[in-house]
């Protein structure tokens, strides 16, 4: 059963344009979601989270934005760059006693074209 | 954000032998490290996860016996692949985790011949 569900797939924009990538879980258990980026033969490192008590963060060019209600949430790319190209990975987890065990979403492989 | 290495980063072995893998966390202290498999363009899948001093909590259809995990200390774990085989081969992460976030190592890549 997959419990975080990630669209789309892929995704192709131009330099410049905004990147939207979209999440929906299930558990309502979970009370933190954070995203990855992950380029190709490296691990994923953070890029940023979540919790359920604020409906958007922005970091930067980098912008979560949360519905409770529906059970989803979005990562916004504003002004995307060439650099940006890798592929994203949503994710939810329970702040269970000593540890974050993640749930993932399927990925998407952003490129962005010049 | 906190550093985790993992070591190595690329290794081939011959079918039948024993790989190990190094995960460290720098500079904290995970109270829980998980490790994950990933084949190519898809996503992370978890294997195990493991909690220092105790034994490791494996995911449905991950061969224990085959996959040994040990977390001797709240800054190391390591994962061995027993007895490999081709079907083996893939890209493993681990990740350690402190109560608020969970970090990845660089990944492994594991080639069985």
């Known amino acids: 059963q997959q419990q975080v569900k990630q669209s789309p797939q892929s995704l192709i924009v131009q330099k410049g344009g905004i990147s939207i990538i979209n999440c929906a879980y299930e558990?309502?258990?979970?009370?933190?979601f954070p995203w990855y980026q992950q380029f190709p033969g490296k691990g994923p490192a953070l890029l940023i989270a979540i919790r359920p008590d604020v409906s958007e963060k922005k970091e930067g060019r980098f912008t979560i934005s949360f519905n409770k209600s529906a059970k989803q949430f979005s990562l916004h790319i504003m002004d995307s760059q060439p650099g940006d190209s890798a592929t994203y990975f949503c994710a939810a987890s329970m702040r269970t006693g000593g540890g974050n065990k993640l749930t993932f979403g399927t990925g998407t492989q952003l490129k962005v074209e010049l | 954000g906190a550093v985790v290495s993992q070591h190595p980063s690329r290794v081939i072995c011959k079918s039948g032998t024993s790989v190990k893998i190094e995960c460290r966390s720098l500079d904290f202290q995970a109270t829980t490290m998980f490790w994950y498999r990933q084949f190519p363009k898809q996503s992370l899948m978890l294997m195990a996860t493991s909690n220092e001093g105790s034994k490791a909590t494996y995911e449905q259809g991950v061969e224990k016996d085959k996959f040994l995990i040990n977390h001797a200390s709240l800054t190391l774990s390591t994962l061995t692949v027993t007895s490999a085989h081709p079907e083996d081969s893939s890209f493993y992460i681990c990740?350690?985790?402190?109560?608020?976030?969970?970090?990845f190592g660089q990944g492994t890549r594991l080639t069985v011949v």
């Open positions: 558990n309502t258990a979970f009370d933190y």
């Open positions: 990740s350690a985790s402190d109560r608020t976030q969970a970090f």
